[in-house]
């Protein structure tokens, strides 16, 4: 532990709240060098979907990097990656009637979004981009400026423009009519909102708190982008990939996103991997004019097809991760229930939820509670008020039953502690 504290960065986070040296990972757990083995509720903030080292995918992986074959490509035209486009345009797009183009903008969510962003403001001619309250679409400039957390906003060292926030689904508490200020706002040239290109909305706020938009309010605002002839870009690169069920998180409100943010679990086996979709008229790039030199990353290209082809080819992981999705809801609704006191309300959506805490001081202890008894997980929300809960998807129902159990273990000892 010496050498991490010696030699790394204090920008280090997610390793204070778990501190132990992990050498190994299977399936939904994680062990350290001591060999104890920790129940994962994190699940790499959302990248391990398929859990670790998925068998399945590891032997595609291993297999082809066996054969010498391509890794490190640009966009050179490769078999592993015709093999991905095939496979998504197979399994993903054509059976949800999308026709949209794919751009390779480079490994992680964030290069997904600067894409999004350049792009929409590429094809407009415009300059404004819209977010909402508690959004977070990651840590590049443009990324940050339609972010909503102040502290790490305050970490870009530079003004952060050209972006607006609006109000999420329900941050009013329901005592204004959806897009009522929004609305108002375009309508008038006096309201000094400059049309935007572009509106970017995520359906469920992970790292803001677990906030999740209505179907309709989701509808509401594709009806007011599409009347106001603003693109709508759905940054899916935490909630996509089936975390809420539906391989998109948006598939519930039955909208069509201009462009999507894809990213984190699209891999399958944590590999970093991302890319941009959008309608195919909006791909008005020159040939170079936006790249990366890890765009080409063809060891996740083989095992986002693994993945496709193993988890994909029907219905059945959308129907587990509703079923687990329920088990988790009730759960967690029963520990709500046992201490009201200290529990303002559980949200959630699939296998992404959040137990809210009225203190946010209370959220981080549970977290530390939930680890000394061999489970993983974080908090979010602006606060960090949200003890968050982002199992593998692949987790089965006992050892949700037993993270269940170690989440309501831990936050009785965190309220007997302050009982006492």
């Not at 948006?250 to 990213?263: H, K, M, N, Q, R």
């Not at 030199?293 to 986002?304: H, I, K, Q, S, Y």
Request: aromatic fraction near 8%; glycine fraction near 12%; charge should be negative.
């Amino acid at each position: 532990m010496d050498t991490f504290a010696r030699m790394e960065s204090e920008v280090r986070g997610y390793c204070r709240g778990w501190p132990t040296v992990f050498t190994s990972a299977q399936g939904s757990h994680m062990t350290d060098e001591n060999g104890r083995t920790y129940l994962d509720f994190f699940a790499g903030a959302g990248t391990l979907n398929y859990g670790h080292n998925n068998p399945q995918l590891k032997r595609r992986l291993i297999d082809y990097l066996a054969s010498d074959s391509i890794v490190h490509s640009l966009d050179m035209y490769t078999s592993a990656k015709r093999d991905f486009l095939e496979r998504f345009n197979e399994y993903v797009l054509s059976p949800r009637g999308l026709d949209y183009k794919v751009q390779f903008p480079g490994p992680a969510g964030n290069n997904s979004v600067e894409a999004a962003l350049k792009l929409a403001r590429k094809y407009t001619g415009r300059e404004t981009v819209v977010s909402f309250t508690n959004a977070f679409h990651g840590m590049t400039l443009g990324a940050l400026a339609v972010t909503g957390n102040s502290m790490k906003r305050t970490g870009a060292g530079v003004p952060l423009g050209h972006g607006v926030a609006m109000p999420y689904d329900n941050y009013l508490d329901g005592r204004t009519p959806d897009f009522l200020l929004f609305d108002t706002m375009l309508d008038d040239s006096g309201s000094g909102l400059d049309k935007p290109a572009a509106v970017i909305v995520e359906t469920v706020q992970g790292e803001g708190g677990i906030n999740v938009a209505t179907a309709e309010w989701l509808r509401g605002l594709q009806e007011l982008c599409r009347r106001h002839e603003i693109l709508l870009i759905v940054d899916d690169v935490q909630m996509g990939c089936g975390r809420t069920g539906p391989f998109f998180s948006f598939e519930e409100a039955g909208i069509t996103p201009d462009i999507v943010c894809l990213s984190k679990s699209l891999s399958g086996y944590g590999l970093p991997f991302a890319v941009t979709l959008m309608r195919r008229e909006l791909d008005v790039w020159e040939p170079g004019e936006h790249n990366g030199t890890f765009r080409g990353f063809n060891p996740a290209f083989v095992t986002a097809v693994g993945a496709l082809e193993d988890y994909w080819a029907g219905q059945g992981m959308e129907k587990q991760t509703i079923a687990k999705g329920q088990q988790v809801q009730a759960a967690l609704e029963e520990i709500a229930l046992s201490h009201a006191g200290a529990v303002d309300s559980v949200r959630g959506r699939g296998l992404a939820w959040g137990l809210v805490m009225k203190d946010p001081e209370t959220a981080p202890k549970v977290c530390g509670e939930a680890f000394k008894r061999g489970l993983l997980m974080e908090t979010s929300g602006p606060e960090g008020e949200v003890v968050k809960l982002l199992p593998p998807l692949t987790v089965t129902e006992a050892e949700l039953g037993r993270g269940l159990e170690i989440i309501a273990d831990s936050v009785e000892a965190v309220r007997s502690t302050v009982t006492v």
